[in-house]
T-cell receptor, first 113, second 112 residues
Framework: KAGVTQTPRYLIKTRGQQVTLSCSPI?????VSWYQQTPGQGLQFLFE???????NKGNFPGRFSGRQFSNSRSEMNVSTLELGDSALYLC????????????FGNGTRLTVT | DAKTTQPPSMDCAEGRAANLPCNHS???????VYWYRQIHSQGPQYIIH???NNETNEMASLIITEDRKSSTLILPHATLRDTAVYYC?????????????FGGGTRLMVKP
């Protein structure tokens, strides 16, 4: 079974631009969550989607948004990029039931210059 | 979710067992213990999880104390490829969501 796929793998953007990252979950997984990883803050929860609805949201500004499609694929968008948005953005999928674990993709490394 | 405490770093000789401790003294009755590891520039990899019984899979064993306030991840025969940051996380089961709270983890260095 294919794992979580994130595209693109690397991205370089300029301050003020916006960016869209894509995530394809493991087949059958309906929950998709996003995390940001930086050297200073570690891994931090951004938001989670299930059945095309945002279920939980972390403590990030409104510039960070996301959505989920009917096939469970998800995108996250960051508008008006700042230098501090440079990070590894990780997507994880799960079955959303019981104690089923999250499975992570290898992330998109975003560099803002 | 309950907080966890892990040593920041550990060393282990190749071929020996690596025992990674985790303290979760405020864990609730419905919270599971999950272990992930992250190799540089990759996403976290799920290893194992448990509620109160000891668990074993092809990657590792998880030993949870009877009072559930601490646990140990055991890699029985560590290899150089097991060098990674290991995260211990506690999480409520059920449909409460997937907001995992990652701490600093333990950086395990396996040495030849």
């Amino acid at each position: 079974k294919a794992g979580v796929t994130q595209t693109p793998r690397y991205l370089i953007k300029t301050r003020g631009q916006q960016v869209t990252l894509s995530c394809s979950p493991i087949s059958g997984h309906r929950s998709v969550s996003w995390y940001q990883q930086t050297p200073g803050q570690g891994l931090q929860f951004l938001f989670e989607y299930f059945s095309e609805t945002q279920r939980n949201k972390g403590n990030f500004p409104g510039r960070f948004s996301g959505r989920q499609f009917s096939n469970s694929r998800s995108e996250m968008n960051v508008s008006t990029l700042e230098l501090g948005d440079s990070a590894l953005y990780l997507c994880a999928s799960s079955l959303w039931q019981g104690d089923s674990p999250l499975h992570f993709g290898n992330g998109t490394r975003l560099t803002v210059t | 979710d309950a907080k966890t405490t892990q040593p920041p770093s550990m060393d282990c000789a190749e071929g020996r067992a690596a025992n990674l401790p985790c303290n979760h003294s405020t864990i609730s009755g419905n919270e599971y213990v999950y272990w992930y590891r992250q190799i540089h520039s990759q996403g976290p990899q799920y290893i194992i999880h448990g509620l109160k019984n000891n668990e074993t899979n092809e990657m590792a064993s998880l030993i949870i104390t009877e009072d559930r306030k601490s646990s140990t991840l055991i890699l029985p025969h560590a290899t150089l490829r097991d060098t990674a940051v290991y995260y211990c996380i506690v999480r409520v089961s059920g449909n409460a969501g997937n907001m995992l709270t990652f701490g600093g983890g333990t950086r395990l260095m396996v040495k030849p």
